[in-house]
Structure formats: structure tokens, C-alpha cells
């Protein structure tokens, strides 16, 4: 090899050692990534994995949409194997999944709960945030709600309603609303939609980003109702609901709580790889988390972490260890 040669070999080697390394291994990381969420994390979820797809194209994403609470359920009670679990509630991590089947939570979103509905919704140009508990009482009006077992926005649906008969002063409001158009209560919440534009209910429970997500009407509800203010965790918890346990036959109580989204690996993920990548691609402010934000979700990063000890070295940027 002639001396001209070796300093163009020595050039080239120059750059492409200089050349810096793709972000989380982008160029090697492949295979598929199955991603067990909750209903309400459906538009951001697809919007996110596509923006993660262009940067890992070697990454097939596979998603299964069911209440957070069914979502741990396939991976307790069935042994079905998942690379990522996101859930609406984060304590359904710390419940069903902690320590068996997983080993830290990170909280990363908030939401509020609000009464979605859509033009001709009966009583739709009537209904305010003060008056709405009377409007889904009437006989011609019908509205939904996801079941509590199933789903965290079930149980919420439920933790509102008590709050709301405090905060009227309505006595026996929540036993009346409970009593309510139960043959409308679907597994999850996203499942309700298709009964509202189909005009067999006017009204649904539903997370407010759900209703910013599909471009619905929505009423706010008062923060003393709407489980969205960290101000009002004591009030919230002077409400709870039983929803079933970890065994057959046992109970959980769920106590009103601020609403906050978690997302775990399970123990079982079988490409922890590109799942840790995508987790900290969603978690990133510039990446997942301003889609999330656009969808109407808010961020909960930093947020306290009892499992911070736990969490991968990559993804400890985003949470806090309990004090």
C-alpha cells in the first residue's frame, strides 16, 4: 500500500471515530417491544411510539390497550409477557405488580376528571360545572362510566360522585348517581366513546385529556371534585371505593387520591433493551412528555419515587427518592 493510500485510510478512520454515538443505541436496538397501557394513554402512546420508531427504525412496537388494572392482571394472573406497563394509576403498579412482577414505578402524568359529551347530548345546552350531578339524575338523560374493577377511571368516576354529594351538600346524591344507567358501565373508559357517538348515552366520566384528545365537549369539574389538586389530597381521601385484590375473592380499598399515571418494566419484559430506551424516551421533557402535554396531559417529573433505589441508573433523572 503506496503512502498516499495509508493517509487516506488514516483520514477516514479519523472520522468515523469522532463520528458521536447514535442516543440509546438507536443503531443497534431491534426486535419487538410489547407495551401493555391504559385506554387513556391510546392517542399519545401511538404518537409517541411513532416519534420513538423514526429514531430506533429496528424497534417494532407492539401495543395492548385495556384498563391499567386488566393491564396488571395479564401480567399477574396470566403470565403474559410485556416489555413496558403504563398505567393510569400508579398505584396499580404498586399494588398488583410490586415486588412480584416488578420491581420500581416511576409517576411521569396527572389528569382531572370531567363530564364529556357532544352537541346533541339531551340537556347539552343547559349543563354547567354547578348544575351537572342534577342533569344526569333526570329520566331522559343516560350517561356512562367504566367499571372500577377494570379500570382506574371507573373507580374515579366513583371517588368523584362521593366527593360531589360533600361538596353540593346534596345528601344521598352519590347513591342515586351509583344507582344509575349501570347497564352503561364498560371495562374501560375509551370503550364509552363509541357509545356516545352512537347517541346511547349523552354523558360519560371520562379523563378530560381523553375528551381534548377526540375534540368532545367537556365540563369541568371543581377542583374539591375532579381529583386533579395535590392542595386537596386530604379531601380527597375522605372518600374510597372496594375494588377487587391481588386473589380471588379479596378487596382493595382505593381512597381519593390526585390523579397520577405510572409506568414500570415488568420483571418478565423480554427486550428490557429497548424497553428501558423507550421509557426514558417518553420521560424526556423535549420528546414523549411534550406529546403528552399536547394531549392534553400534564407532567408529574421529578415526582417522589419509593422504589428510587430500585430504578434503572438511565432513568433516575426523572423521579426523586421519598423523603
Not at 356512562?144 to 346534596?170: F, M, Q, W
Not at 351509583?178 to 357509545?195: F, T
Not at 379523563?207 to 377526540?214: D, L, N, P
Request: proline share 6%; glycine share 8%.
Amino acid at each position: 500500500m503506496n503512502a498516499r493510500a495509508i493517509v487516506v485510510l488514516g483520514l477516514v478512520s479519523g472520522l468515523l471515530g469522532c463520528s458521536p454515538a447514535p442516543e440509546d443505541g438507536a443503531r443497534t436496538l431491534s426486535g419487538d417491544l410489547i407495551i401493555f397501557h391504559a385506554g387513556s394513554l391510546s392517542v399519545p402512546f401511538k404518537q409517541i411510539g411513532e416519534a420513538f420508531s423514526k429514531e430506533h427504525p429496528g424497534v417494532r412496537i407492539m401495543r395492548e390497550v385495556a384498563g391499567s388494572r386488566t393491564c396488571a392482571r395479564k401480567i399477574s394472573d396470566l403470565g403474559k409477557r410485556c416489555d413496558v406497563m403504563a398505567s393510569a394509576d400508579y398505584t396499580v403498579i404498586d399494588t398488583l405488580l410490586i415486588p412480584e412482577h416488578a420491581d420500581w414505578n416511576i409517576r411521569f402524568a396527572t389528569n382531572e376528571m370531567s363530564i364529556v359529551f357532544h352537541d346533541s347530548s339531551r340537556r347539552s345546552g343547559k349543563i354547567t360545572r354547578g348544575n351537572w350531578h342534577k342533569v344526569l339524575l333526570d329520566e331522559d338523560v343516560a350517561f356512562g362510566r367504566s367499571d372500577p374493577n377494570s379500570d382506574p377511571c371507573g373507580y374515579r368516576a366513583v371517588l368523584a360522585i362521593k366527593l360531589a354529594e360533600k361538596h353540593y351538600g346534596t345528601e344521598g346524591l352519590a347513591q342515586k348517581l351509583l344507582n344509575k344507567d349501570l347497564k352503561y358501565i364498560r371495562p374501560k373508559e375509551v370503550d364509552l366513546l363509541a357509545l356516545l357517538e352512537a347517541g346511547e348515552i349523552d354523558y360519560i366520566f371520562l379523563y378530560r385529556s381523553v375528551a381534548v384528545q377526540h375534540g368532545l365537549k367537556y365540563i369541568l369539574l371543581p377542583d374539591e371534585v375532579n381529583l386533579k389538586s395535590p392542595a386537596r389530597v386530604e379531601l380527597y381521601r375522605t372518600v374510597s371505593v372496594e375494588v377487587t385484590g391481588k386473589k380471588p375473592g379479596t378487596t382493595i380499598t382505593k381512597s381519593g387520591a390526585p390523579i397520577v399515571y405510572g409506568i414500570t418494566i415488568p420483571r418478565n419484559a423480554p427486550n428490557r433493551e429497548a424497553a428501558l430506551a423507550f421509557v426514558r424516551f417518553l420521560l424526556q421533557k423535549d420528546k414523549g412528555m411534550a406529546i403528552m402535554e399536547r394531549s392534553g396531559q400534564g407532567s408529574a417529573i421529578p415526582a417522589p419515587c419509593g422504589t428510587f433505589d430500585k430504578l434503572p441508573t438511565v432513568l433516575r433523572e426523572f423521579a426523586e427518592p421519598r423523603k
